[in-house]
């Protein structure tokens, strides 16, 4: 470990927790297996461009990256922060820094720039190695060395490949600082090891059978931990091939599917929506003919888009539930997926329903989700600087969910959300997805206001569909004809769109907040 005071604080390496799943590899391990049985395939193909990088040439990247910062005196939990968008230098950075057993530094650049450089000021980076179009200006009170991602290859092209150079991380050494994307306040810092995404990665093998020969679609952002878990990560463990864009095209996407064959493409409920809100059958004929499965995760989706999805374009669409520092909680197998359900407890996890008291919920009975698990991050990293590890106990994920007869975990909404009315616990989510199942709505979702009598009653906000109908009379005719009469909304307020954090996650506090500023 590293001590220059001068351009990054030393960081002290993480208590340990014995949880190191069997089998593991550190990243150069992956990285020099994939090279000696795969060398000339592909492992990065960006589908804006078709720029091409094969697991050899990523390799060898890779050693040139870990020879850079070998010579500048870094090593195990040293940080390095990566500023930029999707691109083929953020990929390669991400294996590199990993590959040499540093810690690779990630926000998503899109968040504004306060929560920027608070983020970056609490990584404490001993070096900011950025896309050269990124406006770093407001970003630069840290004494820190910045270079740009140009500079900074042109450097490492004239270093020497030290293949044999070995990695200087062990396997609860931290590989990745994320983010989460703060639906609940501001964003927690979260550190995650090398066995605990090695663990994720084993955990994605097994649930959706992947192997050498998959192409992984991913049409998000890979600053988020999530694209880490269910695409990055999970490729350099089989050896296959990362597919990426800059961001998600709808006018693109079915030519993209054409030219570059993906068997399983990696999506969450916006862009299903999307797909759906302008169908196009003829255009996508023939272009999910390789897609074994699309999997949609991070938000909820309402049975009814999941059913009309699969009706509309023919390809199997597999719910899973994770979060940043819990791992893949649950996945469905796409040949055993249940709609309605994020399927089964994932690998190496252990999952409780918990009562108000705390107590273990039999089936069927709704409550906490709590999980201990391999697949847990190391610890959050709060804003003072200080670690609080997390691996090794239960960790309360804020949802409310249960797990049924047939073992399959559904989740029913958020616990800060539930809606208590006359004593009565309301889940916000049942009463969202039946609001989405009327024809004229696009989105829709429901809040606890203050209520003089019942303490709270519900308010839905919908947006609808462009060229539909509905007012408050036709939307609550529709929910009193599906739901309780406890659960219909007393209110009904039509607005052009769902307020969505960063990350295209609904913002329920958002609403709280235009309620109170009625």
């Given amino acids: 470990m590293s001590d220059h005071k001068n351009i990054g604080e030393a960081i002290d390496p993480l208590p340990p927790t014995g949880l190191v799943p069997d089998g593991w ?17 592909p492992a990065l193909v960006c589908v804006d461009d078709g720029q ?50 540093a810690t690779f530094c990630t ?60 990695a200087v991380n062990g396997p609860e ?38 192997t050498a020969g998959d192409r992984i679609l991913d049409v998000r952002a890979c600053s988020w931990a999530s694209a880490h878990m269910l695409s990055l990560n999970p490729t350099l463990l089989v050896g296959g091939t990362l597919l990426f864009a800059r961001e998600f095209s709808r006018s ?12 399983v493409i990696v999506a969450v409920p916006t862009v299903v929506n999307m797909l759906l809100e302008r169908r196009a059958e003829a255009e996508a004929e023939g272009a999910f003919d390789s897609v074994r499965f699309l999997s949609c995760s991070t938000a909820p989706l309402s049975p009814d888009r999941h059913e009309l999805f699969e009706r509309t374009y023919g390809v ?43 107590e273990a919920l039999p089936p069927g009975a709704p409550g906490d989700i709590e999980t201990v698990s391999a697949q847990h991050a190391h610890a959050y990293l709060h804003a003072d600087g200080t670690i609080e590890p997390i691996r090794g106990r239960p960790l309360r994920t804020g949802d409310i969910g249960l797990i049924g007869e047939d073992g399959f975990v559904r989740i029913t909404g958020r616990a800060k959300d539930v809606i208590i009315r006359g004593g009565v616990n309301i889940a916000p989510l049942e009463i969202d997805n039946a609001l989405m199942a009327c024809a004229s709505v696009a989105e829709a979702a429901v809040i606890g206001v203050p209520d003089p009598v019942w303490g709270e009653s519900v308010c839905a906000w919908v947006a609808l569909k462009p060229g539909a109908a509905a007012d408050e009379e036709s939307l609550r005719a529709h929910c009193a004809a599906i739901l309780p009469a406890a659960k219909v909304p007393a209110r009904y307020i039509i607005v052009d769109a769902l307020p969505r954090n960063a990350r295209g996650k609904l913002d329920r506090n958002a609403l709280r907040a235009m309620w109170e500023g009625q």
Avoid at 108 to 126: C, T
């Fill in 25 to 41: 590899r550190n990243v150069a391990g992956q990285l020099r297996a994939n090279a000696g049985a795969r060398a000339d395939a």
């Fill in 173 to 210: 050494d931290c590989c990745v600082i994320s983010f989460t994307s703060g639906t609940e306040s501001a964003p927690k810092g979260v550190l995650h090891d090398f066995c605990n995404y090695y663990a994720i990665a084993e955990h994605q093998r097994d649930r959706w059978s992947l």
């Fill in 316 to 358: 199997p669409l597999v719910q899973l539930y994770g979060m940043s520092e819990g791992g893949v909680v649950c996945a469905n197998r796409p040949e055993t997926r249940r709609v309605g359900s994020v399927g089964m407890p994932g690998l190496f996890q252990d999952i409780t329903i918990r009562g108000p008291d705390g």
């Fill in 107 to 166: 926000i998503n650049v899109e968040v504004n720039v306060h929560h920027a450089r608070e983020m970056l000021a609490r990584m404490r980076p001993a070096l900011v190695l950025h896309d050269p179009a990124l406006d770093v200006a407001a970003l630069l009170p840290a004494p820190v060395e910045w270079i740009a991602w140009d500079d900074f290859f042109a450097r490492i092209d004239a270093l020497p490949a030290e293949r044999r150079r070995a």
């Fill in 252 to 263: 693109r996407f079915f030519g993209w599917l054409r030219d570059f064959r993906p068997t």
């Fill in 52 to 101: 091409e990088l094969s697991w050899g040439a990523l390799a060898d990247r890779a050693d040139r990256i870990a020879a850079f910062l070998a010579a500048r005196g870094l090593g195990a939990n040293d940080r390095v922060a990566v500023l930029g968008g999707n691109a083929m230098e953020w990929l390669i950075l991400y294996y590199g820094v990993q590959r040499f057993g």
